[in-house]
C-alpha cells in the first residue's frame, strides 16, 4: 500500500499509519494473541494472528525424547496455534 494514497474519503494512508511497541517475549503468557508478520516461501506481506499455546524455554527436551526419540527444539521459541495455508 502506497503510503501517500488517499481512501474514500480523501485522507491519507498516511494518518493513520502508526508504529507498534514489540512486547517482551519473556513476560508472554499461553493463551494471550500473537501475531505473526513474515514472508514464507516467498509470498509477500502475510499477517497471521493466533493464540500462544506454548513455550519453549533453552534447554527443554521434546516430551518423545522420553520414547528414545529426540528432537532438537528451538529454546526460546513460542509455539502458536497457527495453521500454515500454502
Do not use: K, W, Y
Not at 502508526?18 to 499461553?30: E, F, K
Request: proline share 6%; charged share 20%.
Amino acid at each position: 500500500m502506497d503510503p501517500a494514497a488517499t481512501d474514500d474519503q480523501g485522507n491519507p494512508f498516511s494518518s493513520r499509519i502508526r508504529p507498534v511497541t514489540l512486547g517482551d517475549s519473556d513476560q508472554v503468557l499461553m493463551g494471550e494473541t500473537a501475531i505473526a508478520i513474515a514472508s514464507p516461501l516467498g509470498l509477500q506481506q502475510t499477517l497471521t494472528e493466533s493464540i500462544v499455546s506454548a513455550r519453549r524455554n533453552p534447554g527443554d527436551e521434546s516430551a518423545s525424547s522420553q520414547l528414545g526419540q529426540r528432537f532438537n527444539l528451538l529454546g526460546g521459541a513460542l509455539q502458536t496455534d497457527a495453521e500454515t495455508q500454502v
